[in-house]
Structure formats: C-alpha cells, structure tokens
C-alpha cells in the first residue's frame, strides 16, 4: 500500500498520523532519551544532560511509512520509544554497526585524562561506555533494542524492559497526545504533534525526578531550560502536567538574581557535562563574556525575569496553589522593583540597546511593545497573587499596571500602518513595520479594545503571507515581521537577512498567540495561523513541530516545545476554528 500524494513529502491521515513514501528524519524525545533516527538505516542517540552518545548504523525499513510521536510504522516493523525508561525498539531490523561519539557536544574537548571508550560483547548483547555515559544494545530476533544512560548501570536496567512493553507505552503516548480525535487530518494531526512537542519538553533524571523543560531537541547540550521557551511550552501543561510547571518554577527561581535579574536559561547538565561546558564557557569567545556565572546561559535577558513572573502566576491561576507565589515572593517583588528602576513617570520600562530578549539577533532599545506587554501582564499576575501573599503590594502593582496602560497608546501606537511600533527609541526612532511579537501588548491586555482589534486586521493583511502581494512567495505562512528591518545595524547574524530568522520567518509560537487574540475576540478566521506552519511542515518532510521557517532559508530545529502552543490554541478553542475551508 502507497501513501504518496502528489508534490508533496508527507501528508496528514485520518487518523492523526503522517503518511509518506520518503525516509525523512524523525527527532525523538522522551523523558530521558533523545535521537535522530532515519529509517533507512541510521541513528545517533543521546540523553538530557549527558551527551551525544552513538551513532547506529541497522538494516533500513521499508515504506510506506507512519510518522507519529516517536514511533515510525514501516511497510515491516518500526520504531518505537518508550516512556518509563531510556529504552528503544527498531522492529524488524538487524545491527550492522555502531560507532561510538568522539564528544558529548559539539562544544566538548575531552579531557586527557579520559578514558577511551570502551567496547564489548556477550551474545546478543553489546556494551558501550564513554566518560560522559553508557550504551547496551541487544538483537531480540528481527529486533533491535537500544538503551542508554549517564551510566552503564541505568542503561542496563533500561535495557530490561521487554520489546512488546516498548511497544505498548509507545502507542499509548501517540494516544495521550490525540487531544482533538474528531478533528479533519491536517488539524488533528498538528495537534498531536504540538501536543507531542509540549509534554516531550518534560525531562527526568536517572531517578525518575522533574529536570526542566526542554526548549527543544537542538537545546539539549548543554541541557538547560529557559524562562521565555518554557513559558509558551508550559501553556498546555497547566492542564497535563501542573507538576511539570510547578517543578519548572523551583528550577527557574535557581537563576533568579536577588536584584531580579536574570538569564535567558539555567543549565541543567549532569556533573560530567556541566564539568566540561564550564570549562569551555570560561575559555571560548564570546561565550567566556555572555555567561557570567556557571548556571546561567545567556546572562541578563530582559524579558526572562518577566517570564519568571508570568509563569508562578499562571500557575497559580490555574491551580489555586498559592504556596508557590508565597515560597517566591522576594524574588516577584525584586524583579518588579527591577523594572521600576528602569521607567519613568509614565510607568514604562525602557530596554538598554542589546539584544537580550526573544529577538536576540536584534538590538532593540527604548519602549518595545513585546516587553512592555510582558511588564503589564507581570504587574497583573502580581495584583492577583498579592490579594494573598501581600495586599499592600499587590495593591502597589495594580497601580503601576494602571499607569502604563494609560501611556503605552502614546508611546507606541502607529497610525501607519495601523499597529504598534515594534519598537521607538529614546532618540526618537521607531521602527514602525508591523512585528508579531507586539501581540503581547494584546495578550495581556495592555491596549483598548478598538486598538487591539486594528492591530489584528494589520497583521491578517500584511503577515499572513496569503494576503501579502508585496512579498516575494506566495502563500507559505504568517511572517513575524513585515518589511524587513529599516536600519541594517540594528539587526545582527540570522536576522540580518530579509525573511530569516527575526527579520520575517514564520515562527508558530507565535502564530499561536496570533490565533487566540482572534479566536478570544471572536474575530474568527484563525484556522491559517493555526495549521498553514504545520501544512509547510508536511509538505517540506520535517516530522515534528518546527522551531521556524522561510521560502528561502529553510526551518530551525525540530520538535521545539513552544510550537505546541498552535495545539493548546486549538484544543481550547475547538469549537470556533471552523472547517478546513474556512478563509
């Protein structure tokens, strides 16, 4: 049997799966286990903060073949990943070779004194120790079976559970992540992906304890989990694993400075690997200047501390666990005092010109809409838990959200082409195209109504690329930012180029803050936001949610957590996207 449709690399099945002739990459996480596994016959696995380990060589599957959350169904056999432990299947496949990694991560020296890896064999069983952690493969027939850990003896435990077990938590994970099976293919199918993005972000140690959020398999050496990424991965998770943030909180606190400062993410590696990142972040350009202290990755990001707060404060809304605001206190109040310091009169902070925040290949200085979106929805969640923990604070940030809703429509508002400004400097500049980002300010309520709704029918007109005549191709996606940036030095690296990066890719994260903005003011004709990136997914080959993408510069990483926002949008809002036609 062929599932092959015309022109296109994959395409979405009744029943949430893809379908495709072709053996494209499938990125696989699981609590503790990752990879990059092509059927025909190659695999490099690794694990959360330990490090690349090998790379597989096995007898190639045959298609057709099923795409879904960790698991490939092959014309014969397959691949599935299991749960409880890091332990895989390759069904219906022999080893041909294994090879073991020479560095844990690309950015790894090997010290020298660490010792060669280490190779043997019992049977059917083959063993693979490095300095940095440990392989045990075994062929079980016509199957292929592959476990790893920081250590031999967590590989070899994993290595225990049986193949039909595998098999079993596998499937039941595609079915956890079926959170809309009535849906048509191409919706039902994102959201199993995005689903699958949102709950493999949550990562475990050796002993089964929380360990972060994963912003996304290419963020996993060093392992670290970060403030904003974590935040819109977190927003399904509020509902499928209050846990999850909860523990993601305690971890984020640790990078939490007592001024309110703080990184882009806080590492989370294990002893070897953060033994051998320190010492290349103390000795490598320009790393040694952007990591201050060794938890940190990225120091001093201005919207991180914000996250932070925006984070304990949903939590809280969503749960009612106020023990959590309570534990954190001091630090919300730091952060907030932090901001102050950095406003005027008119209650509005003011970045410094680098490039520490989510656009961080752009140096954007003065009164940014994304922030200062961000620092009301802040001032917000501290009113609310405050009525709890500290009324006479709580009271204090009420006030200060007041002040600066009553002046970011002067600051900001652009009357061509009818949005916010991306950003206006302190000397007067203002770079007024129209940028996704800004949605925040509507977000968390920081404009009037009539203003939030304008803003809306810009960015419909001029970043839906369908829309956009001006734009050199075609329908492929919602931009970030449209046009490019005016001034050259205010964009750096990837974002220097039109439509890469900041400077206009589709990033779904935020065509999911997009999407709710219209679906929660019932505008409507939210199903392109929701399912053209996904659409543009399929068709290119990448099996899983995509970082970002571009006609002319291709996609980021795969399976990155916050594109499972799209997902959660479309759950909650299930009975408003309407049909596939729709638009």
């Known amino acids: 049997m062929s599932y092959r449709a015309d022109g296109k690399t994959m395409w979405p099945l009744a029943d949430g799966m893809a379908g495709t002739d072709t053996p494209v990459l499938l990125p696989i996480m699981a609590p503790r286990l990752q990879a990059d596994c092509e059927p025909d016959g190659r695999i490099t696995v690794a694990v959360w903060g330990v490090g690349t380990l090998a790379t597989i060589s096995f007898a190639g599957l045959a298609a057709p073949y099923r795409y879904g959350p960790n698991l490939i169904e092959a014309a014969q056999g397959g691949i599935y990943v299991a749960q409880s432990a890091p332990v895989m299947v390759i069904a219906g496949t022999m080893l041909r070779r294994l090879a073991p990694s020479t560095k844990a991560s690309w950015w ?60 079993a938590e596998a499937r039941a994970y595609v079915e956890r992540c079926d959170r809309l099976p009535k849906a048509d293919p191409l919706l039902r199918s994102m959201v199993i992906q995005g689903t699958h993005a949102a709950l493999s972000s949550i990562r ?56 309110g400062e703080a990184p882009s993410a806080v590492i989370l590696s294990g002893p070897a690997q953060s033994a051998a990142w320190d010492v290349f972040r103390k000795s490598t350009h320009p790393y040694v200047l952007e990591h201050a202290r060794a938890g940190d990755w990225w120091s001093d990001h201005f919207d991180s501390p914000l996250f932070f707060v925006l984070t304990v404060g949903d939590y809280v809304r969503t749960s009612g666990d106020i023990a959590e605001a309570k534990a954190h206190w001091p630090l919300l109040k730091a952060i907030i005092e932090r901001y102050v310091r950095m406003s005027g009169p008119d209650g509005l902070p003011k970045k410094p010109n680098n490039d520490r925040d989510w656009a961080d290949n752009v140096y954007r200085e003065g009164y940014v809409s994304y922030n200062l979106g961000l620092w009301v929805g802040a001032l917000d969640a501290v009113a609310e838990m405050g009525r709890s923990v500290d009324p006479v604070f709580g009271n204090e940030a009420e006030a200060l959200a007041k002040t600066a809703r009553a002046n970011i429509e002067a600051a900001l508002w652009v009357e061509q082409p009818g949005t916010y400004a991306d950003f206006r400097n302190s000397d007067g500049f203002v770079e007024d195209h129209v940028m996704a980002d800004t949605l925040t300010l509507l977000r968390y309520d920081a404009v009037s109504a009539d203003g939030a709704k304008a803003a809306l029918e810009t960015a419909r007109t001029t970043l839906e690329s369908r829309h956009n005549t001006t734009q050199p191709y075609g329908d492929w996606g919602v931009l970030c930012a449209y046009p490019p940036y005016k001034r050259p030095k205010d964009t750096r690296s990837k974002s220097a180029f039109a439509f890469r990066y900041h400077n206009g890719s589709d990033w779904p994260y935020l065509d999911g803050i997009y999407a709710e903005e219209r679906l929660r003011r019932g505008l409507g004709d939210a199903r392109y936001a929701l399912t053209r990136w996904w659409q543009a997914c399929l068709d290119s080959g990448w099996a899983g949610a995509v970082e970002y993408y571009s006609p002319p510069y291709g996609r980021g990483s795969l399976l990155q957590g916050w594109s499972g926002l799209p997902a959660d949008v479309a759950v909650r809002y299930r009975d408003a996207i309407g049909s596939p036609h729709e638009g």
Not at 130 to 137: D, K, N, P
Not at 235 to 242: E, I, R
């Open 204 to 259: 475990q140690d050796r002993h089964g304890q929380f360990a972060g959020l994963a912003a996304g398999q290419g963020y996993s050496s060093p392992a670290r989990t970060y403030y904003r990424d974590g935040y819109w991965t977190l927003q399904p998770l509020l509902a499928l694993a209050p846990e999850a943030v909860r523990g993601q909180i305690r971890l984020l606190a640790k990078g939490v400075q007592p001024d």
């Open 108 to 167: 790894h020296k090997p010290a020298a004194g660490d010792a060669p890896a280490k190779a043997s064999r019992k049977g059917n069983r083959r063993w693979l120790e490095l300095a940095w952690g440990a392989l045990a493969l075994e062929q079980r027939g016509d199957d292929l079976v592959i476990a790893a850990g920081a250590d031999l003896a967590e590989a070899e435990a994993a290595l225990g559970l049986a193949v039909d077990a595998i098999i």
